[in-house]
């Protein structure tokens, strides 16, 4: 079964940094585009970073100089490691496949990060 | 503030058609960039409604379609069911961002 479990979500407080953790089954991590997409309290959807198959990555500009994505191909994981973390990072963060030719075909069930003093 | 606009609602009653917009520009969906609509039901991850501007899932009913003409977007759902109450969203990518987008969400409320 095609799947993705998100973990590593908490209460941080403001500048201080957090690993986010998405365990792939069903697929290869390193085969796929791979995103991270966050969503605050009762907001609508923001992307924030994605990996091509490739390796190159990009990221939203709210995240550019803070935020990290990166992958581990032996244990098909996908990561984002969050820095200098501030309260308007507050959201749930969901680890998804594409955006590719056929969008974003599979979402996680999200991890929610809470920062706040 | 999303480059993709979406009307914040819209509604019908059960059976009824409805359109959800995405309005966009020559830097995203103008300029060639495929949408793509998900549909979030309460407290759950979004789920992939269509892809490439008009392509639905295997298992999506083919109730809902999408469409997309100059610089917008835009998802019909036909024959509106009480269990198509969520909140739906268009992605594209931009090309001045050099980055993906997401509209900025209709929820739709089945009267």
């Known amino acids: 079964e095609v799947q993705l479990v998100e973990s590593g979500g908490g209460l941080v407080q403001p500048g201080e940094s957090l690993r986010l953790s998405c365990a792939a089954s069903?697929?290869?991590?390193?085969?796929?585009?791979m995103s991270w997409v966050r969503q605050a309290p009762g907001k609508g959807l923001e992307w924030v970073s994605i990996?091509?198959?490739?390796?190159?990555?990009k990221y939203a500009d709210s995240a550019k100089g803070r935020f990290t994505i990166s992958r581990d191909n032996a244990k098909n994981t996908l990561y984002l490691q969050m820095n200098s973390l501030r309260p308007e990072d507050t959201a749930v963060y969901f680890c998804?496949?594409?955006?590719?030719?056929?969008?974003?075909?599979?979402w996680g069930q999200g991890t929610t990060v809470t920062v706040s003093s | 503030q999303s480059v993709l606009t979406q009307p914040p609602s819209v509604s019908g009653a059960p059976g009824q058609r409805v359109t959800i917009s995405c309005t966009g520009s020559?830097?995203?969906?103008?300029?060639?960039?495929?949408v793509h609509w998900y549909q979030q039901l309460p407290g759950t991850a979004p789920k992939l409604l269509i892809y490439?501007?008009?392509n639905r899932p295997s298992g999506v009913p083919d109730r809902f379609s999408g469409s997309k003409s100059g610089t917008s977007a835009s998802l019909a759902i036909s024959g509106l069911q009480a269990e198509d109450e969520a909140d739906y969203y268009c992605q594209s990518y931009d090309s001045s961002l050099s980055g993906y987008v997401f509209g900025t969400g209709t929820k739709v409320t089945v009267l």
């Open positions: 490439g501007n008009g």
């Open positions: 069903g697929f290869t991590v390193t085969s796929n585009y």
């Open positions: 020559s830097s995203n969906i103008g300029a060639g960039y495929d």
């Open positions: 998804a496949r594409g955006p590719g030719y056929y969008g974003v075909d599979v």
């Open positions: 990996i091509y198959s490739g390796g190159s990555t």
